[in-house]
């Protein structure tokens, strides 16, 4: 039997998914992207430093990191140096975009699939027609609680996006992020604003792990679906190494083995790893970087490792990545310098030429950019984003979805476990 | 922290001193978040080739607080905070969709062809042509939605256009105000909705560009912070250089209109060219421009059709 989620909401963009279904277990998964905007066409032969900007525009979530990438690789292609303090600002601006993420992935993005908040009175409309899971949680004083810290997290994201903004002029889309650094000057107010902002992303991060833990106890039978691939890879960036895992054996990330296909059906094409599918994100770093802090987690679920590879264990991943980014920042707003000219300008009227690489880690995952410079224009630009590894026809989201129960018409561990890779269709779909 | 009743009013009467009424407005203000919280006034947003971005900028407002809004606005609905999905949440859309009177707010472009962007089992075209049907009034937010934006930039491989254009091809006429940037910034959607709630009609305009003159009344180098720079002729080398005017590096804000250069961005903290960086006109009809974003005044001025 054929069933379909279209459209899979809660998530950014436009997808659908068709599973072949016998005995009520799912066979076969087919995952389609339904938008298109060619943006990769779209910045050909144009000025080899548009692409920052329009790029840019791929997403409106990760959109710092496509920006940064776009940035590290047309450094890579014209030999730009970059001003080390501006680096260090560019990759906060990172930090603060992978918490900002992952708070919306769960609090918005992902608690309708295991909360049902229509117990409640006076829910906003969009919260009253939850999927109808058997297990869902319907006590009305948990339902409040959640729903509180559901509302209580836009606050949080205001705050964080507010420092984004000082360093970055604004988001989404933070303008200041250029080849060669930023353009901001940083007073020592804002560093100050940093301290602060900090210290409350801490006590966000201990809720977040109560919550993260709490939904682990109430959904333990979570972790025995939504298998992955097993294959793994991450690219070096802030605290995590270009690392690849395939067939259980571990190697250094080589970009040259990455290949890319035109999509066999939607619009999402097909990235492959030494021909092998691989996942991405933060459980694939959590466990190519042997984190303690995530097994540690599993330890007190008295979860067995090899039960990491689930869709719990993403979800669980997803806050030990905001954890990560987290620490990562304080170490960087500890060692960033109150000063002006943190950039090193190319001018864009020369004549340039070269063709590089840009490696990021984003909230999802490796994202990397490839441009194609030739007489100071874009003669290729190329884009693999994380949901782009995960989401291709063949590739990890379908993998795991095989052998996912389905107890209701309305699909709803296939949905789950379609979120729990957090899909960004715009990202994987320029 | 919650937002209280009395930072409500004082909020929203800053909210009507901007835009040129007597503060006492801030009342009818509240008369209609009352209306808003009892479901009476509804907002369907759509979403055609777009980022998210215009819908992830609008929660990141602090006065108010997205989530008082939330709970303010009990009838909203977006798939991208849904918690139904497939077919339920069609049932969901096309049921308010039904009932009308609701003020539609669209956001992306809309493609030439079908095929680039569908959404459950629909051509996104006709789930805009139904939901326009029924809509009292249509909200274009963000650049995308109200002029193409960047999937109608030069080139424009899915025939991307912008709603207004997609409603003129198909000959349907509703009264309609666009919300351009790129991405939007949260005041100026939250406050189009509560006007036109408040007031039952949409806010005045400026008519080149259709935009809320509230917004978008002045062209933001005349309100800029080193418009002093531009009539002494001083211009930064670089990105990042102090006491300059930017026009040397491309910058758009003497052909865009807005009002970043005094309102800012995220509650007021940082925008580009105070970040040293120049406008890039997001929120012009003609974003992102056919020529290179960091380019000589010369080709930014050519352009120039002020007043």
Redesign the interface.
Known sequence: MIK???????????L?VEVETSQNVVKKAKIVG??????E??V????F??PI??VQ?????C?EVHGLASCKAIENAINAPVEPNGDKIRDLIICLNIINDHS?HFY??TL?DYID??VLE??????????KAPDLIRDKIVAKKFLKKY??S??L??RV??G???L??????A??I?VGG????IRTDDVGFFVSLLNDVKDFLEEYKKDILFLAENFKHLFDIGKGPGNYLSVPHLYVPGKVLINGKEEEFDVSYVTEDEPKYGFIKTPRYKGYVVETGPLAECILTKNKEFYDLLKKLNVPKEKANSLMGRLLARYVDSLMAYRYAKDLVDSILAK????Y?KD??GLYEGEGYGFVKAPRGALIHYIKIQDSKVKKYSIISPSTWNFSAGGPVEIALKGCPVESE??VNV?RIIRSFDPCT?CSIQ | MKTTRRELLKYLGSLAALLGLPKSVGKAYAETLRKLKEGKTKIIIISGQACSGCILSATYSDGPFFDDLVIMIKNILHPTLAASQGKNFIKELYKVIDEGDYILTTEGAVPGEEKYCEFGGKPYSEILLDAVRNAKFLVNMGTCASYGGVPAAKGNPTKAMSVPEFLKKNGVNIPYVNVPGCPVRSDRILATWLYIATFDKLPPINQKINAPKMFYEDIIHYNCERYQYFTQDIYAKKPGDKFKCLLALGCRGPITYGDCSYKRWNCGKNYCIAAGTPCIGCSNPKFPFDKPIYTSPQEVLKGLKIQ
């Open positions: 379909e989620i279209s459209p899979i909401t809660r998530i950014e963009g436009h659908k339904e938008m298109y905007r060619g943006i066409k779209i050909e032969n144009r000025h430093m548009d900007r329009i525009r791929v997403c409106g979530l959109c919306l918005q993005l309708p908040f229509s006076n829910v906003p409309l969009f919260l009253k027609n939850p999927p509302l209580d836009f606050k994201r205001t996006c507010q984004i903004a000082i970055g002029a604004k988001t989404p889309f303008h200041a250029l930023v353009s901001t000057n002006g000219n943190n950039i300008w864009p009227k309305d699909l949905g715009a």
